[in-house]
């Protein structure tokens, strides 16, 4: 139809931690959703894949952006940007981008993860 109905799923080593509102019928969806959980100290990444929801069969993947302790540690600040996605399903072309914004709060003992899941296209 020339159209989707996309939400994202938020996995931190592969363990789904948050899911976002679908938006219906759009190529361009806008969330504005802001998450914050619990890291625990030794996380290796943080995953947010980009579904489309489908009421007569399973859920298709459009497409992930992976980010991963190291790339985290380069932006202590935190980072706020578009993420192209890649694919996970290596038989499947991608396009499109995320616009996310990422920090990570705390000392060691607590850190907690504010994950602003923004927009698509």
Do not use: N
């Amino acid at each position: 139809t020339g159209s989707s109905d996309p939400y994202c799923i938020v996995k931190i080593d592969d363990e789904t931690i948050i899911r976002t509102a679908t938006v219906w019928k759009t190529l361009s969806p806008f969330w504005g959703e802001e998450y914050e959980v619990q890291l625990q100290p030794g996380f290796h990444s943080i995953s947010i894949y980009v579904m489309d929801e489908d009421a007569l069969s399973r859920d298709d993947i459009i497409g992930k952006v992976c980010i991963t302790r190291d790339m985290l540690a380069e932006h202590p600040k935190g980072y706020s940007g578009w993420m192209s996605l890649s694919e996970v399903d290596p038989d499947e072309e991608v396009q499109g981008e995320i616009h996310l914004r990422v920090e990570v709060l705390g000392s060691q003992g607590g850190r907690r993860l504010r994950c602003s899941v923004l927009e698509a296209r």
